[in-house]
């Protein structure tokens, strides 16, 4: 799943430490706010930008971005519940508003509230269709609920409207490699680059994928190469293990 979307306003030279802001009305010091709280949430500092937001509410109590803002500075808390209470603020002062479904339905998600982060995701892509992080989050969602149908259809639609995040091919590979169909799982986890937890999950999967398809030296190649990248991959060190003691199968046969 995708991280929680932020609104700011722009005032790129803000930190979030700063405590004095250029002499400015009030209109546009309150303007300025949200940025600071995005920046604090990006330094690892939500409990500050929980404080700011809270203070531009006071002064605006009707303003659904501020409540979206807080409720992003809470999630990175780690304080759900708050989050989910702002999110829906949020919504009922101006449900048209994507990102706030979205954010709410990737907390649901995190809570493992499946049922919900599929009603919220499908608000969110009611509203602007084409956003790849809703389609693929909810192919997610559905996928841990059992449903093994839609999730593809998501994935495909995700993919298919921009480059494609990474996770939505690490999560249409993984139903694949569900699904038995491991030419296509391997297609997939192969488009998975960069950020190394996900690269790492990638290529242990689809060593998971070589290795149901008996091509074992391939499969020791990405579970070696996973376990590199990242060593407490449990998966990819058990298939490693699991190869490895059998010798008929390390040396490429069955």
């Not at 979307?5 to 430490?17: D, Q």
């Not at 009030?26 to 404080?51: D, F, H």
């Not at 998600?109 to 956003?131: G, M, Y």
Request: net charge positive; glycine share 8%; hydrophobic share 40%.
């Amino acid at each position: 799943m995708a991280g929680l979307t932020v609104h700011t306003a722009r005032a790129k030279k803000l930190t979030c430490v700063e405590t004095r802001l250029p002499v400015a009305s009030l209109e546009v010091r309150l303007k300025m706010m949200p940025t600071r709280a995005a920046i604090c949430v990006r330094e690892g500092m939500p409990l500050r930008a929980i404080a700011l937001m809270t203070q531009l509410i006071g002064h605006k109590p009707t303003d659904p971005i501020a409540y979206l803002n807080r409720g992003n500075a809470y999630a990175a808390a780690g304080e759900v519940a708050q989050a989910i209470g702002d999110y829906t603020t949020a919504i009922r002062l101006k449900p048209e508003l994507a990102e706030t479904w979205y954010n709410r339905g990737t907390t649901y998600a995190h809570l493992r509230r499946f049922d919900k982060a599929v009603n919220d995701f499908t608000e969110a892509i009611r509203l602007k269709p084409t956003s790849s992080f809703s389609l693929c989050n909810r192919g997610f969602a559905y996928f841990q609920i059992g449903d093994y149908d839609r999730p593809l259809q998501d994935y495909s639609a995700g993919v298919k409207h921009s480059v494609g995040p990474s996770f939505c091919y690490l999560n249409r590979g993984t139903l694949y490699l569900a699904l038995g169909e491991y030419e296509k799982a391997i297609t997939d986890f192969s488009q998975v680059t960069g950020d190394r937890p996900a690269a790492a999950v990638a290529l242990g999967r689809r060593g998971q994928a070589y290795e149901a398809m008996g091509k074992a030296s391939q499969a020791l190649d990405d579970y070696r190469a996973a376990l590199e990248a990242y060593p407490k991959l449990e998966a990819a060190r058990e298939g490693f293990a699991r190869i490895k003691t059998k010798p008929r199968l390390a040396n490429g046969h069955r």
